[in-house]
């Protein structure tokens, strides 16, 4: 499976996962979200047939907001909305999550 790690500072890195059966899916995301990350808050990406997957604990973690993430998040938002992503987001086919 190929995600796309996108970093606080804008910028994006593609990633190929190889990913066993048997294995659960997070154990290969969680690092690219963050060393500390052990849980995750996920958005769904509908117009993109994507799902995003953030640090769950990133605000108290104090990480960096991620300005590109965000915009993201903020697109399949209720209006209004004004909490950002913050740290790492990793971004993958919603196909490959389920």
């Known amino acids: 499976m190929t995600v796309t790690v996108i970093k606080p500072d804008g910028t994006e890195e593609e990633r ?3 990913i066993p059966k048997d294995s659960f899916v997070l154990e290969h995301i969680y690092p690219l979200i963050g060393e500390t ?11 993109m047939k994507k799902v995003m997957l953030v640090d ?11 300005h ?8 399949v938002c209720r209006p209004g909305t004004t909490s950002p992503i913050v740290g790492n987001a990793v971004l ?5 999550f389920t």
């Open 92 to 96: 993958l086919r919603e196909e490959d």
């Open 68 to 75: 590109k993430a965000t915009a993201l998040y903020h697109s």
């Open 37 to 47: 990350c052990n849980c995750v808050d996920l958005v769904n990406l509908r117009h």
């Open 56 to 66: 769950d604990n990133g605000l108290w973690k104090d990480l960096p907001v991620n």
């Open 16 to 18: 190929s996962l190889e």
